[in-house]
């Protein structure tokens, strides 16, 4: 299997962490979507990373799929549970951590832009997204070492993810400050390796009109 990536990428993360996880050979290829003339349409064609690559050369795209279909082969540890509502409690806190990642990409491109055309009202909207979206991981966490009694999955991966890119890409926001517990939860996540060969360095964006 090949998995296009961004560097920066919390979603390409989120699929990379998976596969190592599960010990699933694999090769990475790093590419930058923002840049004119990035092979990543040739695969996704909404031009997006991550995009895995199976042998038989089909391809999948969108990390939440790329998970699902890692599940589907079987391969420990299950990071999705089998019982339907903590499957959907950890599905839930992706699309929780995933809108705080897409709400600092739209952060970022805008600030790509002259800054006379930049929308400091827009940019105000999406920083409030961030901070009730942190907020929500750090109630839904509360006090316990993982979000669902079936331990270590999904939802700890994309929560993971998305504090490593708010440190990377939207640092003045302090939700270490604001969210000891998540501080905590990313400490523990730190120490496993397919976190720590994963850490998210940056890439340019190009100035946008
Ligand atoms: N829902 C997608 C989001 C992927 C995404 O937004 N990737 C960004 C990089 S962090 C990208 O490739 N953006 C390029 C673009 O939008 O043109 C997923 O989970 O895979």
């Known amino acids: 299997m090949r998995l296009i990536i961004a560097t920066p990428s919390p979603f390409a993360r989120k699929a990379r962490i998976a596969l190592l996880e599960k010990a699933m050979p694999h090769e990475c290829v790093i590419e930058n979507p923002w840049q004119s003339g990035t092979a990543v349409p040739n695969t996704n064609p909404l031009g997006k990373v991550p995009t895995l690559i199976l042998d038989d050369a089909s391809v999948i795209h969108d990390s939440k799929v790329i998970v699902e279909y890692l599940e589907t082969l079987g391969a420990a540890?299950?990071?999705l549970?089998?019982?339907?509502?903590q499957r959907i409690a950890h599905?839930?806190?992706?699309?929780?951590?995933d809108g705080i990642c897409d709400a600092v990409v739209l952060i970022l491109l805008e600030r790509s832009r002259p800054a006379a055309m930049q929308s400091a009202d827009w940019m105000e909207r999406q920083r409030r997204k961030v901070v009730a979206g942190t907020s929500e991981l750090a109630?839904?966490?509360?006090?316990?070492?993982?979000f669902t009694p079936h331990g270590f999955g999904l939802a700890e991966i994309?929560?993971?993810?998305?504090?490593?890119?708010?440190?990377?890409r939207f640092p003045e926001y302090d939700w270490r400050a604001a969210a000891p517990n998540l501080r905590a939860l990313a400490e523990?996540?730190?120490?496993?390796?397919?976190?720590a060969k994963t850490v998210p360095s940056a890439q340019v964006i190009p100035t946008t009109a």
Do not use: N
């Open 81 to 85: 549970p089998s019982e339907a509502m």
């Open 188 to 195: 523990r996540l730190a120490t496993r390796p397919s976190f």
């Open 139 to 146: 109630r839904l966490l509360g006090e316990r070492e993982w």
């Open 77 to 79: 540890p299950q990071l």
């Open 158 to 168: 994309a929560t993971g993810c998305a504090l490593g890119y708010l440190d990377l």
């Open 91 to 97: 599905k839930q806190i992706e699309a929780i951590a």
